[in-house]
């Protein structure tokens, strides 16, 4: 994947938030409403004092009381507005991210997705796209606010004295601008460093969790925990080194803002002690500076937490662009099936050569066998066929049209590919089979079970065909598996059948009941049977041996 930079992986978060300009000016203006009406509390209080020594004000006391009242509730409304307002458009957009993700996935699987670490992805997609909502609700509109808030409170506050107005400016520039900037180079790469060992051990765990029987029965625990623990360690550490920087940030933007009132001190009483201001302008430009540090020191933060929030964007925004290896095709004519061939088709993954000059044809009506033993190129020729991946070269055309010309919609519909693992999804055993046709009845699943010779099976479950078949199916049998897989193909009910090692898990008389299914299937179909057992390819028509990638 293509590094970016941070600012152009910044820039393109913000291009993101386009549609929602409208709520996040809206976020803007309340939240600055707020700031301002919590600064001037503080500051009507010192108007309050001044009537008091009978020094001129704007307002009368009771005036100051009463917009007392008003500013304290308004500062309510307006917090909850701006947070309201934030956390809509932060949640909003994270859908918008969601399903760009999801979307990238299903175009980059399965050949980008095969060499990914799965619990690297499900950290991606859960925990680097939740950190995103502090950028989108906690980052933006505060640095449009503090710009807004702070302009105003310096141009007020200068308004007692250019010298007070630019001490206020200096000091805001220091805590929401500056102390960011130094942290963040402090903290140099920690953010991605961070990200992508989070990703790292939540492939290690996913990793440990599937391998658990066997971890168990080869008493690997010890190493596995270890390694476990290591990870951990370096993630902790990690994390401790940028928390050290955030409370370290904090302590010295506490310390700045003490500093900058003392400063502000110190000219106040010299600008008053000169005659340069009265005892208002002493008073209010202390107590507004005071109280106006509220927004710049959201911002002193950003220096740490802009770190993982960056790295987190980079790892989403570089899933979005990676480029798929094959392409969705769409707009051209629909075609039917009328048989399939592969003529002299070389193929490898990288530099490896899987196949090489292979030629094969598969008529209609026919049952074609593929024998080998495995590596031999004969799961990766049916992946060719579903156009996974684009050949090296050689030709692979279904009814005369190469498949690299016929819309991906089109090519899906024609095939049916069951694969040596059938992957299983925490539902029930019908909606299992039912993803082959979302719009199939009770009537033909159930058929479909039967050619599959799993019906039987299913109607001794407690639950029949509503029983939950566990996460990634476990609690099933990779026989039992295996044969939903084919009833999944069965009930796609589509011309050209592609089955890998369909009854490698199963028993004779299962087998023997699912080749007889087969062979009545090809009335209408072409099937192509994979399998390193000689006993499946008695059913074949034709058989073609293959061995180190040729057909021999």
């Given at each position: 994947?293509?590094k970016?930079?941070?600012?152009k ?14 709520f996040m ?7 600055t409403?707020g700031?301002?009406?919590?600064q001037?509390?503080?500051?009507l ?9 009978d ?11 009463i917009?007392?009242?008003i ?14 307002t934030?956390?809509?458009?932060a949640?909003?957009l ?6 760009k993700?999801?979307k ?16 690297d992805l ?9 950190l ?17 808030t ?7 506050i ?24 130094i942290?963040?180079k ?13 990703g790292a051990?939540s492939?290690?765990m ?15 625990g ?10 951990t360690r370096?993630l ?28 502000m001190?110190?000219?106040?009483t010299?600008?008053y ?11 209010i430009?202390?107590i ?11 911002l ?17 925004l ?6 798929p ?24 993954y ?17 049952i074609?066998?593929?024998?080998g ?11 060719l ?25 089109n090519?899906?519909?024609?095939e ?8 299983l ?5 019908a ?21 599959a010779?799993i019906?039987?099976f299913?109607t001794?479950l407690?639950?029949?065909?509503d029983?939950?078949v566990?996460e990634?199916?476990s ?16 009930l ?10 369909p ?5 004779s ?8 299914s087969?062979q ?11 399998s ?15 061995k180190g990638?040729?057909?021999?």
């Amino acid at each position: 994947m293509k590094k970016q930079s941070k600012i152009k992986v910044l820039f393109r978060m913000l291009k993101l938030v386009k549609p929602l300009t409208g709520f996040m000016l809206m976020a803007i203006i309340f939240g600055t409403l707020g700031f301002l009406t919590a600064q001037f509390i503080p500051i009507l209080g010192g108007m309050a004092i001044l009537t008091g020594l009978d020094i001129n004000v704007p307002f009368t006391f009771t005036t100051i009381i009463i917009l007392l009242l008003i500013f304290a509730i308004l500062r309510a409304v307006f917090r909850f507005a701006e947070q309201r307002t934030n956390h809509y458009i932060a949640f909003t957009l994270l859908a918008i991210i969601r399903d760009k993700v999801f979307k990238a996935l299903r175009r980059l699987c399965p050949a980008k997705l095969e060499g990914k670490d799965k619990g690297d992805l499900v950290s991606l997609i859960t925990s680097d796209v939740e950190l995103l909502e502090v950028f989108y609700a906690h980052t933006i509109s505060p640095i449009c606010i503090a710009i807004v808030t702070e302009t105003v409170m310096c141009i007020f506050i200068g308004s007692y004295h250019p010298l007070l107005g630019l001490m206020a400016l200096v000091s805001f520039a220091l805590i929401g601008i500056v102390l960011p900037l130094i942290i963040s180079k402090r903290s140099k790469n920690t953010g991605d460093e961070l990200r992508a060992q989070s990703g790292a051990l939540s492939a290690h765990m996913l990793e440990s969790i599937r391998g658990i029987d066997d971890t168990l029965q080869y008493s690997y625990g010890g190493k596995r925990l270890n390694e476990i623990s290591s990870k951990t360690r370096e993630l902790s550490d990690k994390q401790g080194f940028l928390s050290k920087l955030t409370g370290t940030n904090m302590a010295i933007a506490n310390v700045l803002i003490l500093l900058c009132d003392v400063l502000m001190l110190i000219l106040c009483t010299f600008l008053y002690q000169s005659g340069q201001v009265g005892f208002d302008g002493f008073l209010i430009p202390m107590i507004a500076l005071m109280s106006s540090f509220g927004p710049v020191t959201a911002l002193s933060a950003l220096g740490t937490t802009l770190q993982s929030t960056i790295a987190s964007g980079a790892r989403v925004l570089a899933i979005i662009d990676e480029e798929p290896v094959t392409e969705d095709i769409e707009g051209n004519e629909i075609i039917g099936f009328n048989g399939a061939n592969v003529k002299k088709v070389s193929f490898a993954y990288d530099n490896d050569e899987v196949l090489s000059d292979v030629s094969m044809e598969f008529p209609e009506n026919k049952i074609v066998g593929i024998v080998g033993k495995s590596g031999c190129g004969k799961s990766t020729l049916l992946k060719l066929l579903m156009r996974f991946w684009d050949i090296g070269s050689g030709s692979i055309t279904i009814s005369d049209r190469s498949i690299d010309k016929i819309n991906t919609d089109n090519l899906r519909d024609m095939e049916s590919y069951m694969t040596q693992e059938t992957q299983l999804f925490k539902d029930t055993i019908a909606n299992n089979i039912r993803i082959a046709r979302l719009d199939a009845s009770d009537e033909e699943v159930i058929a479909a079970c039967k050619k599959a010779s799993i019906h039987d099976f299913i109607t001794t479950l407690p639950n029949g065909y509503d029983t939950q078949v566990g996460e990634l199916g476990s609690t099933l049998s990779g026989g039992e598996r295996q044969r939903i897989g084919l009833a999944r193909a069965f009930l796609h009910n589509a011309p050209f059948i592609l089955l890998d090692e369909p009854t490698s898990n199963l028993d004779s008389l299962n087998e023997a009941i699912i080749l007889k299914s087969l062979q009545s299937e090809k009335e209408d179909k072409t099937i192509v049977l994979v399998s390193h057992r000689q006993s499946t390819m008695r059913i074949a028509d034709e058989t073609f041996a293959m061995k180190g990638g040729r057909v021999s």
